[in-house]
């Protein structure tokens, strides 16, 4: 079965750029699915950040937008977030996840979450 | 972009009794809506999803019904290992922006 595991550095400076990845094992990435992340901030609720599907066509939170790029590498299966100019509002645990691409579908499968901490 | 709203924030229900919880959506979604169940350290894991269809290895004892802008989340008997937050999130819009509503917390009373 398709899982998720989501990598990066767990601390990240404020000004910065966070950079995670998601590893796709036992699936293709070029399947019919699209390929998000999701965050939670410590003891709060849960965030859509934008997907991207296998062609590169991808979605954003409009409130992240502007520093968000999320970016797939089909030759390696996995897929890319980078969030620039962080703060400590970025702390949160990071959450790669999968939702199929037929009308209206939802994050059936989730990756454990790495937790990335915005500090000096 | 889409407010949901989910209440009450936290439920307490003794062990085998029901719970319901609801999520009100600020526009129509149709039935683009799925449930989720998060315990601590985990990663959330969906439950419903289209509004009423469970995902694949739910018990029956989850439901979900409604359309539209109001929606419930049924546990008939609720067990120990039900304890946890539960979120609803809608998929309705295109291009998507998808969003959740704040979580309900199921605990012991």
């Known amino acids: 079965q398709v899982q998720l595991q989501e990598s990066g550095p767990g601390l990240v400076k404020p000004s910065g750029t966070l950079s995670l990845t998601c590893a796709v094992s036992g699936g293709s990435i070029s399947s019919s699915n699209w390929w998000s992340w999701v965050r939670q901030p410590p003891g709060k609720g849960l965030e859509w950040i934008g997907e991207i599907y296998h062609s590169g066509s991808t979605n954003y939170n409009p409130s992240l937008k502007s520093r968000v790029t999320i970016s797939v590498d089909k030759s390696k299966n996995q897929f890319s977030l980078k969030l620039s100019s962080v703060t400590a509002a970025d702390t949160a645990v990071y959450y790669c996840?999968?939702?199929?691409?037929?009308?209206?579908?939802?994050?059936?499968?989730w990756g454990q979450g790495t937790m990335v901490t915005v500090s000096s | 972009e889409i407010v949901m709203t989910q209440s009450p924030a936290t439920l307490s229900v003794s062990p085998g009794e029901r719970a319901t919880l609801s999520c009100r959506a600020s526009q129509s979604v149709s039935s683009n809506l799925a449930w989720y169940q998060q315990k601590p350290g985990q990663a959330p894991r969906l439950l419903i999803y289209?509004?009423?269809t469970r995902a694949t290895g739910i018990p029956a004892r989850f439901s979900g019904s409604g359309s539209g802008t109001e929606f419930t989340l049924t546990i008939s008997s609720l067990q120990s290992e039900d304890f946890a937050v539960y979120y609803c999130q809608q998929y309705n819009n295109w291009p998507p922006v998808l969003t959740f509503g704040g979580g309900t917390k199921v605990e012991i009373k």
């Open positions: 289209g509004a009423s």
């Open positions: 996840a999968r939702r199929p691409a037929a009308p209206g579908n939802a994050f059936d499968i």
